[in-house]
């Protein structure tokens, strides 16, 4: 059977034919082929019944009570398995979305070191303790604190550094909390860093190279017990893409 609608007949033991109990039709696929006149076996063909639609026609009002009832039962019968069961006639089979791929390439970051952190020559205090500091910023050099000690005239610099690599690229930049500067002859200082910025962003457009530069800072105690002598140590400074 090629047509996608078949009628429904379902006749009821007792009463006269051509005389239905119910008649009607439903909406099907191309494959049911036969429904049979006297018993219909809705739970079969349930999942594939889209809509119902039916009359009582009674030859007698003898029983059309009953009749009625039979008629209401098995229309909600299909209608409930239908609501319950997909429906093969009307889904959608395939679908499909365009989506889209991207990429950004760039060239590697680069980091130059310009200049050492260099905090000179201090005085230490003969009574109590100074705090030295290197602006990060500025490079300029403080002694604060209760003790007595002194600044030297002397090189002093904050660390500086120069970040090549792709044009307006962010980056971050990331410095250890402190380090650890040991004596020529005896003793350890440890110095906090501070870094001028924690981000920064390359110059020029994508495309083509850009720069920018940063500086790092610290400050260490200088009690007046400190052994004297030359100090240094070292520290690395990371930069990476955003």
């Given at each position: 059977?090629?047509?996608?609608?078949?009628?429904?007949?379902?006749?009821?033991?007792?009463?006269?034919?051509?005389?239905?109990?119910?008649?009607?039709?439903?909406?099907?696929?191309?494959?049911?082929?036969?429904?049979?006149?006297?018993?219909?076996?809705?739970?079969?063909?349930?999942?594939?019944?889209?809509?119902?639609?039916?009359?009582?026609?009674?030859?007698?009002?003898?029983?059309?009570?009953d009749?009625?009832?039979?008629?209401q039962?098995?229309?909600?019968?299909?209608?409930?398995?239908?609501?319950l069961?997909?429906?093969?006639?009307?889904?959608?089979s395939?679908?499909?979305?365009?989506?889209?791929?991207?990429?950004?390439?760039?060239?590697?970051?680069?980091?130059?070191?310009?200049?050492d952190?260099?905090?000179?020559?201090?005085?230490?205090?003969?009574?109590?303790?100074?705090?030295?500091?290197v602006?990060?910023?500025?490079?300029?050099?403080?002694?604060?604190?209760?003790?007595?000690?002194?600044?030297?005239?002397?090189?002093?610099?904050?660390?500086?550094?120069?970040?090549?690599?792709?044009?307006?690229?962010?980056f971050?930049?990331?410095?250890?909390?402190?380090?650890s500067?040991?004596?020529?002859?005896?003793?350890?200082?440890t110095?906090?860093?501070?870094?001028?910025?924690?981000?920064?962003?390359?110059?020029?457009?994508?495309?083509?190279?850009?720069?920018?530069?940063?500086?790092?800072?610290?400050?260490f105690?200088?009690?007046?017990?400190?052994?004297?002598?030359?100090?240094?140590?070292?520290?690395?400074?990371?930069?990476?893409?955003?």
């Amino acid at each position: 059977m090629d047509g996608r609608t078949l009628d429904l007949r379902v006749s009821f033991r007792g009463w006269r034919t051509p005389q239905p109990g119910l008649s009607g039709s439903v909406r099907s696929t191309p494959d049911i082929a036969h429904l049979g006149k006297r018993t219909v076996p809705l739970a079969r063909y349930a999942r594939r019944v889209v809509s119902l639609s039916g009359s009582i026609t009674p030859s007698s009002t003898r029983r059309t009570t009953d009749i009625m009832k039979t008629a209401q039962f098995a229309v909600a019968g299909v209608v409930a398995l239908v609501a319950l069961s997909p429906m093969s006639a009307l889904a959608q089979s395939t679908a499909s979305a365009l989506t889209q791929g991207s990429a950004r390439i760039v060239q590697p970051i680069t980091l130059t070191k310009n200049s050492d952190l260099a905090f000179g020559t201090i005085v230490r205090a003969a009574t109590g303790t100074n705090t030295v500091t290197v602006d990060a910023t500025t490079g300029a050099r403080t002694l604060t604190g209760a003790g007595d000690g002194a600044a030297v005239t002397s090189t002093v610099t904050r660390a500086t550094y120069t970040v090549g690599g792709e044009g307006a690229q962010t980056f971050s930049i990331t410095v250890p909390a402190t380090f650890s500067m040991t004596g020529s002859a005896d003793g350890t200082i440890t110095v906090n860093l501070t870094s001028s910025a924690s981000t920064g962003t390359l110059s020029g457009t994508i495309g083509a190279a850009g720069s920018a530069t940063f500086g790092v800072g610290g400050d260490f105690s200088l009690p007046n017990t400190q052994a004297g002598g030359n100090y240094s140590g070292s520290f690395t400074a990371t930069v990476a893409y955003n």
